[in-house]
């Protein structure tokens, strides 16, 4: 799940099969380390944990003081750094060219292509989004794959109802 973004457009379902099976099995950057920043392991206030990427210390730090960071589980906002082991760095002769992080237009294309995947197979409900959220969640209408917009105290209603979100990526200043 990706964490949540205040005002970030809200999607309903998960990675389409395809890139779910990629981020399980590791492939194109999922769950790899970028370089030059800090993957930090935080847990919030109920005890979820989970892991957030961080440009240096002072950052992470900042966030978190002013409320930033949010429990892609719960959403809440009051999040802790949990204790890590520290990482072992590896000689680059031992990696392997699948092992190689991703580009960053590669991470942007993927983004764009999870995107538009989404556009053309949900129905985009935009402002209606909670709305339409509960009233599949609650049997009221038939479900389907639906996207659209939501603030932050919409999107923790709807965890705390027990409804999954997730935020969608984009637009892309260049997909205009």
Known sequence: MFGIVRNAPILLRMLPPKLAKDAQRGKQGFGRETEGMIKYDLRCNQGHTFEAWFRDSATCDDQL???????????????????????????QASETSEQQVMTMA??????????RHVEQNSDNVGADFPEEARRM???????????????????????DEGIEVTPLPGPFRDDA
């Not at 003081?65 to 520290?86: F, N, W, Y």
């Open 65 to 91: 003081a002013g409320g930033e960071v949010v429990c892609p589980q719960c959403a809440s906002a009051t999040v802790q750094k949990a204790l890590m082991a520290p990482k072992v760095a590896k000689s």
């Open 106 to 115: 590669q991470k942007m294309q993927l983004l764009r292509e999870f995107r």
């Open 137 to 159: 969640h609650y049997g009221e209408v038939e479900h389907r794959n639906i996207y659209g917009e939501a603030n932050f105290t919409e999107v923790k209603e709807l965890i």
